[in-house]
């Protein structure tokens, strides 16, 4: 992946899947404040609700890849349970 800095290669399947699940979850994120900005920069209400849509959309996804990185990652989850979210 581009932000890896250890040797690809070397890495588990495992965990190379849960590095392209975390880099998706990023990218949703970015998606959705992308969605945002445009959203609140347009003055066309039907461009506005289909960004709004699509801005849904990306959440959605986002919460798919968290559910994912909790159920492949133990320690993640283990550290959602502590912080009470």
Do not use: C
Not at 19 to 44: P, V
Not at 52 to 63: G, P, Q, V
């Amino acid at each position: 992946m581009g932000t890896y800095e250890e040797n690809w290669e070397k890495m588990s399947d495992k965990s190379k899947d849960l590095e392209r699940a975390r880099q998706s979850f990023i990218e949703e994120f970015e998606a959705i404040n992308w969605y945002e900005q445009r959203i609140e920069g347009t003055g066309d209400p039907e461009l506005k609700k289909i960004l709004e849509h699509n801005r849904d959309e990306e959440k959605e996804h986002a919460a798919l890849l968290f559910e994912y990185v909790k159920k492949n990652d133990p320690e993640q989850a283990d550290a959602l349970k502590k912080s009470d979210l």
